[in-house]
């Protein structure tokens, strides 16, 4: 099984800033098989990024995803009031697929 | 407009049975791969099961093989998940999830529905 780890656990930053967020996998694969996913509180996750870097279909070019091997990061360049969530890495390449533990993205 | 709509859950007691239902729309749901999801209270996101568009391909986590069983009828538009042998560590949200891109399993997941309770208590 893939462990995806995440870091930091809580971000606190403020509007306009560049968040940045990790997610570091116990082994390698293919980044072809990574995502990151958006969730507010009480609402399904969003698909924001697959294969590491494509942003889903409506995403704003704020966000970009970047990576390979175990190392893959989450940017959002500036950040807008709507972007403080809670934010999950995933690997979908093989079973059991598996999520990160969430990085918090809170308001300074 | 993609539409998932889960339906099914509620307060079980241990050792109990539920089924799972999440009705598609929007799509040629049979091409499509789709997966079930949940959320403990408080906890993060946890994929269950996965079963592709045909049914060929079916996959568990390790926390409820041999107790779940996905299923789907394409004809309905209907994935299910029967839900066995329940104890409180399944008590969460249960959500499906599409794949994006269809005729396989190994995509990502790019909608959701909005899930369905699930407690098992006492």
């Known amino acids: 099984e893939i462990v995806l780890t995440q870091s930091p656990d809580t971000l606190s930053l403020s509007p306009g800033e560049r968040a940045t967020l990790s997610c570091r996998a116990s082994?390698?694969?293919?980044?072809?098989?990574l995502a990151w996913f958006q969730q507010k509180p009480g609402q399904a996750p969003r698909l924001l990024i697959y294969?590491?870097?494509s942003r889903a279909t409506g995403i704003p070019d704020r966000f970009s995803g970047s990576g390979s091997g175990t190392d893959f990061t989450l940017t959002i360049s500036s950040l807008e009031p709507e972007d403080f969530a809670v934010y999950y890495c995933?690997?979908?390449?093989?079973?059991?697929?598996?999520f990160g533990q969430g990085t918090k993205l809170e308001i300074k | 407009e993609v539409q998932l709509l889960e339906s099914g859950g509620g307060l079980v007691q241990p050792g109990g049975s539920l089924k799972l239902s999440c009705a598609a729309s929007?799509?040629?749901?049979?091409?499509?791969?789709m997966n079930w999801v949940r959320q403990a209270p408080g906890k993060g996101l946890e994929w269950v099961s996965i079963?592709?568009?045909?049914?060929?391909?079916?996959y568990y986590a390790d926390s409820v093989k041999g107790r779940f069983t996905i299923s789907r009828d394409n004809s309905k538009n209907t994935l299910y998940l029967q839900m066995n042998s329940l104890s409180a560590e399944d008590t969460a949200v249960y959500y499906c999830?599409?794949?994006?891109?269809?005729?396989?399993?190994?995509?990502?997941?790019?909608?959701w529905g909005q899930g369905t309770k699930v407690t098992v208590s006492s």
């Open positions: 929007g799509f040629t749901f049979s091409v499509y791969a």
């Open positions: 079963m592709s568009g045909s049914g060929g391909s079916i």
């Open positions: 995933q690997q979908y390449g093989s079973s059991p697929y598996t």
């Open positions: 082994q390698s694969f293919s980044s072809t098989f």
């Open positions: 999830a599409k794949d994006r891109i269809g005729g396989g399993v190994h995509n990502a997941f790019d909608f």
């Open positions: 294969a590491a870097s």
